[in-house]
């Protein structure tokens, strides 16, 4: 079964600080895609990334960037020199092999301090 | 500004009622959903819809009755709804096609007294 994992359920850090949000995922399937989604308080759930099986490589985005190994089944999402405007809830996807369906993780909520 | 509009923002209705959830886009995506969100959960897929047809019902009370009129609207019709459905209701859409990033709405916040 897939399965994604999101361990920490809050982070607060205070503005200009580097934080990571962890997801470690479960699949059988040797090709799968995984995604970060943002959730401000406002409600909407914002795409941020997708990435494939295939591409092991890093991303960076501005202040985001994102370590993706295979090796330990990991996504993880770095904001460097956070600012108040990051505090969300940020969520790591899995989307269901040959589906519609995503996988969510439980979430992290991230409190940005100014 | 987001590009799926949903309406209403909030809505508080009585078990007996029955209302409508709106939801529009017009990035020309085929793949349009249905999700409902409790405080500090996930979202849960409700319905999925892919070229006006559903796709996917994931065993959703018939008091929730989604409709896709045509490519750029999808509706959520709710009757006689429970206190334990008060939630926040996202609409969602996507290119047709698996592992396609969703583009959400705002959502509306249902209270049901």
């Known amino acids: 079964a897939q399965k994604v994992t999101q361990a920490q359920t809050e982070i607060s850090v205070v503005e200009k600080e580097d934080v990571t949000l962890d997801c470690v995922y479960e699949?059988?399937?040797?090709?799968?895609?995984l995604f970060w989604y943002k959730q401000p308080p406002s409600g909407e759930l914002v795409f941020l990334i997708r990435r494939n099986s295939f591409d092991e490589q890093n991303e960076i985005s501005g202040r985001y960037s994102w370590n993706f190994q295979k090796s330990t089944s990991s996504f993880n999402f770095t904001i460097t020199a956070s600012q108040v405007v990051d505090s969300a809830v940020y969520f790591c996807a899995l989307p269901n092999t040959g589906g519609f369906k995503t996988i969510f993780g439980a979430g992290t909520r991230l409190f940005v301090k100014a | 500004d987001t590009e799926v509009t949903q309406t209403p923002k909030h809505l508080v209705m009585g078990m007996t009622n029955k209302k409508s959830l709106k939801c529009e886009q017009h990035?020309?995506?085929?793949?349009m959903y249905w999700y409902k969100q409790k405080a500090k959960k996930p979202p849960e897929l409700m319905f999925v819809y892919s070229y006006e047809k559903l796709s996917i019902n994931e065993s959703v009370p018939s008091r929730f009755s989604p409709e896709c009129p045509n490519s750029s609207l999808l509706n959520l019709h709710l009757h006689a709804l429970q206190p334990e459905d008060s939630a926040l209701y996202l609409c969602?859409?996507?290119?047709?096609?698996?592992?396609?990033?969703?583009?959400f709405g705002d959502g509306t916040r249902l209270s049901i007294l």
């Open positions: 969602a859409s996507s290119h047709a096609g698996f592992n396609q990033p969703q583009h």
């Open positions: 699949t059988r399937d040797t090709t799968y895609y």
């Open positions: 990035m020309g995506h085929r793949a």
